[in-house]
Every structure is written in structure tokens, then in C-alpha cells.
């Protein structure tokens, strides 16, 4: 470690959020060291200040927040108060960062590449078309399929994991000395994490990049930092080397962190031959465009069950759910609700039909109409599939604030930038819940939460299920979380099915070889773990590794 000054110093930072003339602190007197080529992890549950944080070590605060105090350096800058024509010079050039949202960062109008190639140009570090051939390198050592033309897709063309890798490799253009990564690998299978992780810290080691790493992953953040951080309601609580944090934290807060995930739900028997699933997918195949997505899928979803469908980005997970609601009518097969087919559209579906399936989306922060006030969205559903209006509307309404344990007095009249990830995910809970469903879609619903936080919502989902009887479709990449909740598990590869049974035979050896791959592909709370992994698969050929164990070789 560097003896000389860290290249980001920060003393006794303080920051506060306004809220209608409300003064909110979210950063209390908060200090920070960090040498170039040191990787700092930051972790805390939702609200701990992390992300705000590591915004301010660029120099940045969030609309509605405030530096109220403290110092923030970078390189001898005073980034404080240092001009706008500084930070300009610095923001893309030697400080980068790489948001938790890809989807919701990149410009869709726009070709990856080219928006990749944008801050070389402002910068003068390079022309347009060496930063695109650099753009190119990066992306194979990202280990992006089709790394010569994967640049010159739009982003809703490629899958949320590659996006994530294209905004790393696009953080890395000017080769800045400072990443910020917020929250990375949040929305990444655990395959595609393994070789995100590598690439980082490859790429952060070649460059002897500094990094703060924002993470709600305590697996993940022990193989990428040096250092721990840990923050609540934004002060400190402790900080210590990765090692040391991992075998003895100090703090209470800190080993109730470690303690997460404990929640496990019983697995339910299997359905009685010639019950009627709610969902029945047989033997459907879709596509988008001419590209084929999935082949000949079938799995079934009974009531008072929860079905997890796992497997990699780009498997087919989504495109299933998208079949399902009819967002995406299939080329073949067909979708059964209680043994009656469905039209394959959602345009020709009766309100009936329509009610009955719904579903809980990812990112809540885009799923919510920012504008509305949340007692408005959750309303919404209620007066349309329902036909409630006037005090019947509020009483349905408030009646479904208790269901997600909020209180609608507090919450009901608010934005949702006012609310936590945690609360907003409870919002879009109650939404879907709204219509009277028998059937929900869960699309990676807890995968932005802190696991605090995605642990309320998980038994939240399993009590609303005892009480309504709901079935669930859990698309996740997350297997503590298969564990928890799922009944019946459906492993997807490449648009196929390629192992489903009951959750107990998934996770008991033999596993069909991709099954394997994404067990043992699972970060653990060893700092050592993924040396080892990359040790066993061969780190200069992880994909190659990944492929023949896939396929049995």
C-alpha cells in the first residue's frame, strides 16, 4: 500500500437531504482514505448513506442534498469547492462511475458504442475511432459476446448483464485513476457475476485503479475489497481489512449483517395428479424478431406455490414471463389459466383474464410513476379491475398499505422518491395485489434490495401467499433466495428447460451439469473464494471453463 497521500481523502463529511424544508441527515461526520489501486467496500442496508457516499467522493451530491461540512480531496483537489469547469475536467476522465441501473443509464437512442466512445471525445484522449477499437478490447476483457459488433447494438438490445459489463468497460475509457461501482453485479446472474467480479478486479489491478465498491452483497464484496466499510443511517460503524472484518467484526449491527438470509420456508408437497396448475406453459417457443428466444417450453404453476425459474442472462427467464402476460404472443404452443387457453395477446384478452395474472417488477424505481403519489398507484388497479370508487376505493386501498405493513396515514400521500427501495418494492407489491390476482410474476424483485430489506420482502411474499393463496412465478439468479421461498424450481439455458423438480431434488446431488455450474457458481463468505474458483475453472479461459462443464467435459 502507498505510503504517500491516498488519492481520495475525505474528513468528517456531513450531508443532509431537504424534504419539504425538512432537514434529513443521511452522512454524519463520516471519514475515508483510499490509495490508487485499493479497493474499498461500502455496505449497509438500505439508507446507510453508501451510495451518497460514494457520489460525494466525486465530488457530487444527489438533487435535494447537501454538503453541509467536511473535506472531500481528490489528488490535493477540493472537490467541495472546486468549480464547475474542474469537475468537468475531472468527471469522466480521472473519476468514473459505474451505476447500479444500466438499463436506466444508457441513452436508448443511441449505439452502445457510441455512447462509449463519448467521454474519449470530450476528453481528447483519444479519436472516435481508436476509442472505439478500444472500446472493442475492453469488451473481450469483459468476456462480452461478440465483442467486434456487441458496441453497435442499441442497449434494449442486448441483456441486462452485458449492458452492465458494456457501462464497466465504458467507466474504463479514459482510464480514470478513480471507479465508483454502485451496486454492480446487483442485476447479473451468478454466472455472469463470476466473470464481471474477475473482469473488475482484473482490470482494476492492470490499471492500478482505485475503487469504491457499493455493495448490499457481503459475499461479493469480500472477493473484490481490501477494505470493509460499514455504515448505518450514516455514520460509521466500523471499517477493517476484508480478512479481519470477515472472521471477527466488532460490532453488534456488523454480525447481525453477517447473520442475514436465515429465512427458509418449508417446501410445500407436490400438486395432486389432476390438479388444475393456475399457469400451464406447453411446449411454447418465441422470438424476438427472427432471433429465437425460447424452444419448446413447458412447466406448470399451481396454486399456493411458488415456482422459481433460474439460469443465466439472456436464458429465456423474462421472455417466459413476457409469454405469459402476452406482452410477447409465442410462435407455438400455448399459455393455460385453470386448464383454459389464453389469447396469445394481451390486446385480446378479456379485463377477467387480464386481472388475473400480474406481476412485480425489478426495479421499482422505474416502475413507479414518479409523478403519482403512491397512494394514486396503488388506487389505480383497484378502480379499474375492480370498479371501486369514493370510500369503497380508500378503504381497499388503505386495507392493502396493511397487507405490505405500511401505514397508509404516513405513506399514502407521498412520492416515491420519498420512500426506500425496501417501501417502494412494497408498493409495487401492493399494486400487483390491487387486482384480486390469483397469479403473480416476481421478476428479480428482491435483487436491489439490501439483504435486510429482501429478507422482510421474502416473508412478506410467503405470508401474502398463506393468506390469498396466490401462485408465484419467481424469477430470480439469486439461489439463497430459490431456497427460501421456492417450492419447485425451473433451470433455463439458452431458451430451453434444461432440469426442473421439486426444490429438495434441485439442490441434492446429481445436478444436470449447467444446475451445477450455477451452484458452485454462488459467492461465499471466504475472501478467498473466487481465487479458487478462478483457479479451478482457469481464469484466462473462465468462459471456456464454463462451457465444457456445461456440456459434460
Known amino acids: 500500500m502507498s505510503k504517500k497521500e491516498p488519492l481520495i481523502r475525505i474528513r468528517n463529511l456531513e ?12 452522512i454524519n461526520g463520516v471519514d475515508l482514505d483510499l490509495n490508487r489501486g485499493e479497493v474499498l467496500g461500502l455496505i449497509g442496508e438500505s439508507g446507510a448513506g453508501k451510495s451518497t457516499l460514494g457520489l460525494a467522493a466525486m465530488g457530487y451530491t444527489r438533487d435535494g442534498c447537501h454538503i453541509t461540512g467536511g473535506e472531500v480531496e481528490f489528488d490535493g483537489i477540493d472537490l467541495i469547492n472546486a468549480s464547475p469547469a474542474v469537475k468537468r475536467q475531472l468527471l469522466g476522465k480521472r473519476i468514473a462511475y459505474v451505476a447500479q441501473s444500466a438499463a436506466a443509464s444508457f441513452n436508448p437512442a443511441h449505439r452502445i458504442i457510441r455512447q462509449h466512445s463519448e467521454a474519449p471525445g470530450v476528453h481528447g484522449t483519444m479519436s472516435r475511432g481508436d476509442s472505439e477499437q478500444d472500446a472493442i478490447e475492453l469488451y473481450e476483457k469483459l468476456r462480452l459476446p461478440n465483442p ?42 451468478v454466472t455472469t457475476q463470476i466473470e464481471v467480479l474477475a473482469s473488475i478486479r482484473e482490470i482494476v ?11 448490499h452483497d457481503l459475499a ?40 442475514v438470509r436465515s429465512f427458509k420456508r418449508d417446501q410445500k408437497p407436490l400438486a395432486k395428479k389432476g390438479d388444475v396448475p393456475v399457469v400451464s406453459l406447453q411446449n411454447v417457443t418465441a422470438a424476438y424478431g427472427k432471433v429465437p428466444v425460447l424452444k419448446d417450453v413447458s412447466f406448470d404453476i399451481h396454486r399456493e406455490r411458488t415456482v422459481a425459474v433460474v439460469g443465466e442472462s439472456g436464458s429465456g427467464k423474462s421472455t417466459a414471463a413476457r409469454c405469459i ?10 399459455i393455460l389459466n385453470n386448464g383454459e387457453p389464453l389469447p396469445a395477446h394481451y390486446r385480446s384478452r378479456n379485463k377477467d383474464q387480464l386481472r388475473q395474472i400480474q406481476m412485480i417488477y425489478q426495479m421499482a424505481d422505474t416502475a413507479l410513476n414518479p409523478r403519482m403519489k403512491v397512494g394514486e398507484i396503488i388506487g389505480r388497479p383497484v378502480e379499474f379491475y375492480l370498479g371501486l370508487t369514493g370510500n369503497d376505493k380508500k378503504r381497499k386501498v388503505n386495507r392493502l398499505f396493511e397487507q405490505i405493513e405500511l401505514d397508509p ?35 428479480e424483485v428482491t435483487s436491489a434490495l439490501d439483504q435486510l430489506v429482501a429478507e422482510g420482502i421474502l416473508k412478506l411474499l410467503a405470508n401474502l401467499q398463506d393468506e390469498m393463496g396466490l401462485a408465484y412465478m419467481f424469477i430470480t ?21 434444461v432440469e426442473q423438480g421439486p426444490k429438495d431434488k434441485m439442490f441434492t ?23 479458487r474458483l478462478l483457479a479451478e475453472r482457469g481464469a484466462e479461459n473462465l468462459g471456456d471453463a464454463a462451457v465444457g462443464k456445461m456440456s459434460g467435459n
Not at 450531508?15 to 443521511?26: A, H, L, N, Y
Not at 405513506?411 to 390476482?437: C, V, W, Y
Open 15 to 26: 450531508i443532509i437531504g431537504i424534504t419539504d424544508e425538512v432537514k434529513v441527515p443521511i
Open 148 to 189: 467486434d459488433e456487441i458496441g453497435f447494438r442499441y442497449p434494449h438490445q442486448v441483456s441486462g448483464g452485458q449492458l452492465q459489463r458494456a457501462m464497466t468497460a465504458m467507466a474504463m475509457a479514459c482510464r480514470p485513476d478513480l471507479i465508483i461501482f454502485d451496486e454492480p453485479t446487483t442485476a447479473l446472474d
Open 205 to 215: 489491478q492492470q490499471f492500478n485503479t482505485a475503487a469504491i465498491y457499493i455493495t
Open 220 to 259: 461479493v464484496v469480500a472477493q473484490m475489497a481490501d477494505r470493509i466499510k460499514v455504515l448505518l443511517r450514516g455514520d460509521e460503524v466500523e471499517e477493517d481489512a476484508t480478512a479481519k472484518m470477515l472472521k471477527s467484526p466488532k460490532e453488534d449491527y456488523t454480525k447481525s449483517l453477517w447473520a
Open 325 to 334: 402476460t402476452g406482452l410477447l404472443p409465442p410462435l407455438s404452443g400455448q
Open 409 to 443: 396515514a404516513e405513506f399514502a400521500n407521498r412520492l416515491p422518491t420519498e420512500l426506500s427501495g425496501g417501501q417502494k418494492q412494497r408498493i409495487g407489491i401492493a399494486r400487483a395485489l390491487a387486482a384480486e390476482p390469483e397469479f403473480i410474476i416476481c421478476d
Open 477 to 497: 439468479h439469486d439461489l439463497s433466495t430459490v431456497r427460501a421461498i421456492a417450492d419447485e424450481v425451473v433451470v433455463m439455458k439458452d431458451g430451453v428447460v
Open 509 to 531: 446431488p446429481p445436478h444436470h451439469a449447467y444446475t451445477d455450474l450455477l451452484l458452485s457458481s454462488v459467492p461465499e463468505m471466504d475472501e478467498k473464494w473466487l481465487d
